[in-house]
DNA sequence: AAGTAGACTTAGTAGAAGCAAA
DNA sequence: TTTGCTTCTACTAAGTCTACTT
């Protein structure tokens, strides 16, 4: 198992942080945790981190352990008077004591087990069990882990995903309401009693407090339907208000506050329309409207449709046992969708198949073959002919010259003109999903009870347009009529659906360039570091909370000591026709094991069933919390925290800090990694070295945040191709070395190290790789010599006879028969020109280019199944990027594509090379 | 209190576009 | 040029979270 962790000395180092209970330590406010020394080994970093690393880690403060040592037994002692609770009691969660040995058989036994099963079950991704990631602050030492890993990761490894679908994935009702005895005084009460006086404490505060930022507000007037039609209005009194308000100006730091305004506000803008052309940039003005309305006027052409289905040529037919059919075209376009994905995994699962199958029969029945065969089963169906016919059509289009791809392209662009674009407020904005999605076979991820089923083609019939009063109503371009046209400004959305497998809603925003996405991300990035202000206090609270006596605080103290600690997502309820995927609210019995003393395993699917594998050492009370919460009633199948929900959790949280949910940990959590990750910049390394440390601590946040990516399939062959490139360096060397000794025997005395021989070097290979490189030549010879006929005959000249040819060829092959000698000897003669300093000094630039090719190599080792882009795009502040930039001098570009430059232009406007998260 | 609708953010992947090596 | 990747975008599925209903 992951050794790392359980070797870490203290235990959580790793995990624990700390923090938490001590009210000393600020600064540092994140996760992190102590740089373990010890886990890391040293050498594994690579030089220059090594450099960087010990610089930074001030953190090294954080006491770790206290929380523990508190931990005993408190239960008693600590009367959570904080919140009045107490003298409600409660209930008591009794005990740790007793709870204790109670659990400690039977979850005990089963769950020690700490090794993870094998087996495989799931997703069809790596099944690497990604080394996970450890708590943030683990980080540092996790790095030197990463290089160690493959082995060690193998053991840890396995997939099995033990996901198993419970038994009864019944939401653990049982346990609910029947509790074990301990439980049940517990349930009941607290839910009785809880009801009064627990919450009310929250809930309270979160009622007193004025909702703010964008995200709320909506409460107070919206009233269904009616509610949000008219809200426009506001607008003219506003800007001048705009004006008025005082606050907000120093925007960083500031704008949260400002958010507050009550009124709405909406201004257009004055001047008028100069600066048609140029970009608004929002985040010069003053502050911005409230989060109710969000616009005056609202001009766009909704969405466009695909074209209508073309038949396949007559001679291009799927077959049923052996026969051709002649499907109409409705039939024939589902089978086509089928049958374009008959080389895909889809095709292969069962599931996807019967779904799919079920859909394709319907269809058939409502548009049959002309031929009057009844299509029975899946197997029979031979879709080869479509799938050949559309294989044909690719190689079609790849075969066009450049100005028919550049032809079809202007068509296209021509199309789509009018709906790039929408107006908003006087203003040109992007829209983003534009294009109605065509009609397919669903491809839900993991296990989706759903996946393969036909999502059918839209019809203006199906889609809800949401529009300025006064805009002109857009005209489909395929025919029929708008389902439905309103005018509410509350929303941001151009056009609204609902889609037919799942019954979720659809819809077309603009696009993440935006203004309106651009104020929503820089205000969820504020709102992140407003959480630095609080989490001190927040982590001392729930530590405390671990001891509560009320189950419900338990749970949820336990519940957010994962979500900061481990960076889990809330994890909202789902439905039984939706994968089985989980959150840290919805953990089951099964995915979490303990195995004494004090590590948690966890092991379930996240989102999009993408497997969150981890051992981490915790604080005991929060092992004794997971021993108690799996205790003796629960078993497989039930909620781990069966008092607890995602509303309860962040109703609670937005008591401690206005508009905090747990998904806001995930952002601070991850920007502030980041940001204490690039403190191992090296100062005085080459772009690419900066760029190298950039992007590895852009890994350890995808790491924290678990964000993978499948291996692509030839990840194994082009590792294979590499190392063979590294070893050929090695051969060179090798020669090198070897006419060096020749020409100086001394110098194996003189330089010891040169005298050892390159590793995996062996007879074998040197033998293989001459081949190779005589063959190459030899080719090459034949090539040159074909090329310089043709050139020759071109300009008239005679050309080059075969003799010619043979003779070159002769000479090749010589001088790699030379080789052969000298592989035997082991002696090699220094080539023409050869002098000892020269070939040191090829030596050692060999050395440097071996040693950036193992560096490469093992990079990408790094990142085969980690994925940096979700992370960059939606959890680490972009000023922190920017900031970085500016103050190492590397060019953004080379940090951010066009498109995240596109969604940034704020970021890029407000950093200085001093800004902090 | 629980379930649902609604709106918006976050996620991995397929395929297009770029780019470097052959 | 063509090939063989790697990188970037587009696409759309899958979450979160609030407000509304029942």
């Known amino acids: 198992m992951s050794e790392s962790i359980a070797n870490a000395p203290e235990p959580m180092a790793v995990v624990a942080p700390d923090t938490t209970s001590n009210p000393t330590i600020q600064a540092t406010h994140a996760p992190q945790v ?3 020394d010890d886990s890391m080994s040293e050498d594994d970093k690579p030089l220059m981190k090594k450099q960087a690393a010990n610089g930074g880690n001030k953190n090294k403060k954080r006491i770790g352990g206290d929380s523990s040592s508190e931990d005993d037994k408190p239960l008693s002692k600590k009367p959570r008077v904080s919140k009045g609770t107490a003298n409600k009691k ?9 709870s204790d040995e109670s659990e400690a058989g039977p979850s005990v036994k089963k769950e ?50 033990g996901n198993g679908k419970p038994a009864s994935r019944t939401k653990a009702k049982p346990a609910k309401k029947e509790p074990s005895d301990d439980e049940e005084s517990l349930s009941e009460q607290s839910s009785a009693s809880s009801s009064e006086d627990d919450k009310p404490l929250a809930k309270k505060k979160a009622a007193a407090k004025p909702r703010q930022s964008t995200s709320s507000t909506k409460s107070a007037s919206t009233s269904t339907a009616a509610k949000k039609k008219v809200k426009a209005e506001p607008k003219s009194e506003d800007s001048d208000d705009d004006d008025d308000v005082p606050l907000a100006k120093g925007k960083a730091k500031t704008t949260t506050a400002k958010d507050k305004k009550p009124v709405v506000k909406k201004e257009k803008k004055v001047k008028e329309e100069e600066d048609d052309e140029e970009k608004y940039k929002w985040w ?61 995994d889809h095709a292969q699962d069962a599931k996807f198949r ?36 559309f294989e044909r059509e690719k190689e079609k289009k790849k075969a066009m010259t450049k100005d028919e791809k550049k032809a079809i392209k202007e068509a296209k662009d021509k199309l789509e003109a009018p709906y790039l674009f929408c107006v908003v407020d006087g203003r040109k904005e992007k829209v983003g999903n534009f294009r109605a999605e065509p009609p397919g076979l669903f491809r839900g991820r993991g296990e989706h009870p759903k996946k393969g089923t036909l999502k059918h083609r839209l019809r203006p019939e199906d889609i809800i347009i949401n529009i300025g009063k006064d805009a002109t109503e857009p005209i489909p371009n395929i025919p029929g009529k708008w389902k439905g046209v309103q005018h509410d400004n509350t929303v941001t959305w151009l056009a609204h659906w609902k889609e037919n497998v799942n019954g979720n809603a659809k819809y077309v925003f603009l696009s993440a360039g935006s203004s309106w996405k651009g104020q929503s991300d820089r205000a969820k990035f504020e709102k992140a570091r407003e ?94 919390n997971i021993k108690l919460f799996k205790a003796e009633p629960k078993q497989k199948g039930d909620d781990l925290f069966d008092r607890l929900s995602t509303t309860l959790l962040n109703k609670h949280l937005n008591s401690m800090m206005p508009g905090l949910t747990a998904k806001v940990f995930r952002t601070y959590n991850a920007s502030w990694t980041f940001q204490k990750q690039l403190k191992n910049t090296p100062k005085n390394g080459t772009v690419a070295e900066k760029i190298a440390a950039y992007n590895t601590a852009n890994r350890e946040v995808a790491i ?77 010879a034949q090539k040159k010599h074909e090329k310089d006929n043709i050139k020759l005959e071109e ?123």
């Open 112 to 161: 020690t087990q700490p090794t993870p099963k094998t087996n495989g079950t799931s997703k069809p991704r790596s099944s690497t069990s990604r080394k996970p990631p450890t708590s943030p602050a683990q980080s540092e030492s996790d790095l030197s882990e990463d290089e160690k890993p493959l082995a060690k990761r193998a053991s840890a490894k396995t997939n099995g995903n």
């Open 795 to 917: 300009e008239g000249s005679k050309k080059k006879d075969k003799k010619e040819l043979d003779e070159r060829l002769k000479e090749i092959k010589d001088e790699f028969k030379e080789l052969k000698k000298e592989r035997k000897s082991k002696k090699v003669e220094p080539r023409r020109g050869a002098t000892e300093e020269k070939l040191i000094e090829q030596i050692g630039k060999m050395d440097e280019r071996i040693a950036t090719a193992k560096v490469q190599l093992g990079d990408r080792e790094k990142l085969k199944d980690v994925a940096l882009g979700t992370s960059k795009i939606n959890y680490i502040d972009p000023r922190i990027t920017v900031a970085w930039a500016k103050k190492y001098d590397v060019p953004l570009e080379k940090l951010f594509s066009k498109t995240l430059r596109e969604k940034f232009p704020w970021a890029e406007a407000e950093a200085n090379k001093g800004w902090i998260f």
């Open 704 to 780: 924290l945040c678990n964000h993978q990516k499948s291996v692509s399939k030839n990840y194994e062959g082009s590792k294979a191709k590499h190392e063979d490139k590294i070893r050929a360096l090695k051969y060179q060397r090798m020669k090198l070395r070897l006419q060096l000794f020749s020409l100086d025997p001394k110098m194996k005395k003189k330089q010891p190290e040169l005298a050892e021989d390159e590793s995996d070097m062996d007879e074998d290979f040197i033998e293989r790789h001459e081949t190779e490189l005589l063959e190459k030549a030899l080719d090459n």
């Open 531 to 624: 959480l630095i202000k609080h989490v001190d206090k927040i982590r001392k609270d729930y530590t405390e909370d671990l001891k509560s006596k009320v189950m419900a605080d338990r749970q949820r103290a336990t519940a957010l000591y994962f979500i900061d600690r481990l960076a889990l997502r809330a994890g909202n309820e789902k439905g039984e026709d939706e994968a089985d995927t989980v959150g840290c609210c919805s953990l089951r019995y099964e995915h979490v094991t303990l195995s004494p003393p004090n590590t948690v395993v966890f092991d379930f699917l996240g989102k999009d069933s993408m497997r969150f594998f981890q051992e981490v050492k915790v604080d005991a009370q929060v092992f004794k």
């Open 354 to 389: 019967e779904n799919f199958f079920k859909d394709f029969k319907a269809v058939l029945d409502k548009y049959p073959p002309k031929e009057n065969v009844k299509v029975k089963s899946l197997d029979k169906c031979d879709f080869k002919p479509m799938f050949e016919h």
């Open 284 to 344: 010069e003005q003053e502050a911005e409207g409230d989060g109710e309305v969000k616009w005056t006027t609202f001009e766009h052409n909704a969405v466009l449709f695909p074209p209508p289905y073309i038949p396949l040529p007559k001679n291009v037919k799927m077959k049923y046992d052996g026969v051709a059919l002649t499907l109409p075209p409705e039939s024939e376009e589902v089978a086509g969708f089928f049958g374009a994905m008959i080389e895909t």
């Open 34 to 36: 102590e740089d373990q």
């Open 90 to 98: 409660r209930r008591v969660v009794d005990s740790d004591s007793d």
